[in-house]
């Protein structure tokens, strides 16, 4: 649908959708009102009839899911080079040309909160290697990334401290 992918064309269906709030503003009352949504989908329906003659509400679904995944997607990288402590000219800039036209949405995914809002302290992502200086109860915490350990592999690591005489049954 080459029609569909036209800069201008999509610049304005983005507008579009931006103006019908119920479709993509989770505390509007009407976004979970099925009968609601359907009414401003059949707009944009319309308007994207403009350009695909053949259109039906699924393709315009489709074709929003599909521009919000990508704007989500460039969000997360954004915000991952943001979390890594990159230096500012080090950020990842999104080449996703419509990314700026698609910021409504990033109050939406909640990604970009603790950036909002930088006068909130940003929650600790990972404990540091050393345990000095913290209170007991941190010390036990394992960092936020760490693998659990499954209850097959304790099972394993005991059977094979027992194997090796290092553990006696309890």
Do not use: C
């Not at 930088?118 to 960092?143: D, E, I, V």
């Amino acid at each position: 649908m080459k029609q569909f992918k036209d800069p201008e064309f999509m610049s304005q269906f983005i507008d579009k959708y931006r103006d019908m709030r119920n479709l993509w503003e989770v505390k509007n009352p009407s976004y979970r009102n099925k009968p609601a949504r359907k009414a401003p989908l059949e707009k944009l329906l319309e308007f994207v009839k403009t350009q695909v003659p053949n259109a039906e509400i699924d393709f315009v679904e489709r074709k929003i899911g599909s521009l919000r995944s990508t704007y989500r997607k460039k969000l997360q990288n954004v915000q991952k080079s943001m979390r890594s402590g990159a230096a500012a000219e080090d950020v990842y800039v999104p080449s996703l040309w419509y990314y700026n036209k698609m910021l409504f949405l990033e109050d939406h995914f909640r990604l970009f909160r603790p950036l909002l809002h930088p006068a909130f302290p940003q929650p600790q992502l990972r404990l540091p290697m050393t345990n000095l200086g913290l209170p007991s109860w941190k010390k036990l915490r394992s960092p936020v990334g760490a693998r659990k350990t499954t209850a097959r592999r304790r099972l394993w690591n005991v059977a094979h401290r027992r194997r090796r005489g290092g553990v006696s049954a309890r």
